[in-house]
Nanobody, 126 residues
Framework: QGVLVESGGGSVQPGGSTRLSCALSESTLRSYCVGWVRQAPGKEREGVAV???????VYGESVKGRFTIFKDTAKRVVYLQMNNLKPEDSAMYYCAAGEVLSCGRWSPMYYGLDYWGKGTLVTVSS
């Protein structure tokens, strides 16, 4: 606990943009797989985006072309840039990490992400 700390989030209008940040500890920085998972009330968890140690990325189908994940290893931060936001993007967003290889290429795509942050809330509404 405390090894993944999210920041950002808040309220944004449809079509707008925002960026989330996840501060990594030394241990989670060395994780093979780090990314973002979201969950709205009453709905299932949904993988958003992941990045591995080779900086290979995988995105959930619903966010492809709109969201971008990138990792700044020197700063020990993983970002999620979210563009063209839709109301259905409203959810609690969690940073998660794990030791799984073939990062994101599982069903669910967050398989093997065993360490989770406390989350940050994103609300998209007009």
């Amino acid at each position: 606990q405390g090894v993944l700390v999210e920041s950002g989030g808040g309220s944004v209008q449809p079509g707008g943009s925002t960026r989330l940040s996840c501060a990594l500890s030394e241990s989670t920085l060395r994780s093979y797989c780090v990314g973002w998972v979201r969950q709205a009330p009453g709905k299932e968890r949904e993988g958003v985006a992941v990045v591995d140690t080779d900086l290979s990325t995988v995105y959930g189908e619903s966010v492809k072309g709109r969201f971008t994940i990138f990792k700044d290893t020197a700063k020990r931060v993983v970002y999620l840039q979210m563009n063209n936001l839709k109301p259905e993007d409203s959810a609690m967003y969690y940073c998660a990490a794990g030791e799984v290889l073939s990062c994101g290429r599982w069903s669910p795509m967050y398989y093997g992400l065993d360490y989770w942050g406390k989350g940050t809330l994103v609300t998209v509404s007009s």
